[in-house]
């Protein structure tokens, strides 16, 4: 059974930090990766997506790597800014479903 | 990939009553899904819902509770039926788009309060 697991729960810094959110899994058979922002009560928005394919993807300040191998995932936020504060959720997309994480609750600080 | 409107957005409900989520895709989509998020939890998966037959239930959750629609390929509804305090979540709606670039985008979520 695919288990989604992310480190830190709760992350806090100042504005302009370099920061790292990490997601790791059981199984390496996915067909990709999701990263989502979510805000208080809100629904879910896409950042990146990663095709079991691929090694990373890039937007903007937002850079995410997959290492399928080791069951690994990081997104990485440079430059991190106020508006960035959100939860960001990892999902993994298994057997035509997606599993996610517990989440990262991310502030920054002004 | 596909743009998904989702109402409605939130709700107050009465402990003993039923509400029906509706989501409309702007494209049509083989599978839908629907996903239950607890206060201060992740997703958890509710049911797919494929159009023209039955949902596929997950683990823990049943029809007579969680009744689910698919009348055709862009359109689903939800009901949380007969509600108790702990129904209290954010219900989401998501379909997953194809190509080169297969991933799932989801609707803006119901928030429903039971009380």
């Known amino acids: 059974k695919q288990e989604v697991t992310q480190i830190p729960a709760a992350l806090s810094v100042p504005e302009g930090e370099n920061l790292v959110l990490n997601c790791s899994f059981t199984d390496s058979a996915i067909y990709n990766l999701q990263w989502f922002r979510q805000d208080p009560g809100k629904g879910l928005t896409s950042l990146l997506l990663?095709?079991?394919?691929?090694r990373e993807q890039t937007s903007g300040r937002l850079n995410a790597s997959l290492d399928k191998s080791s069951g690994r995932s990081t997104l990485y936020i440079a430059a991190s800014q106020p508006g960035d504060s959100a939860t960001y959720l990892c999902?993994?997309?298994?057997?035509?479903?997606?599993?996610f994480g517990s989440g990262t609750r991310l502030l920054v600080r002004p | 990939s596909a743009v998904i409107s989702q109402k409605p957005s939130r709700d107050i409900c009465q402990r003993g009553t039923s509400l029906t989520i509706q989501c409309q895709v702007d494209s049509q989509v083989t599978m839908m899904f629907w996903y239950r998020q607890q206060p201060g939890q992740s997703l958890t998966l509710i049911a797919t819902?494929?159009?023209?037959?039955?949902?596929?239930?997950e683990s823990g959750f049943v029809i007579d509770k969680f009744p689910i629609s698919r009348p055709n390929l862009t359109f689903s509804t939800l009901t949380v039926s007969n509600m108790s305090p702990e129904d209290s979540s954010i219900y989401l709606c998501s379909v997953e788009y194809g190509g080169a670039n297969y991933g799932y985008t989801f609707g803006s979520g119901t928030r429903l309060t039971v009380v």
């Open positions: 999902a993994v997309g298994s057997s035509y479903k997606l599993i």
């Open positions: 990663i095709q079991s394919s691929q």
């Open positions: 819902a494929n159009q023209g037959s039955e949902a596929t239930y």
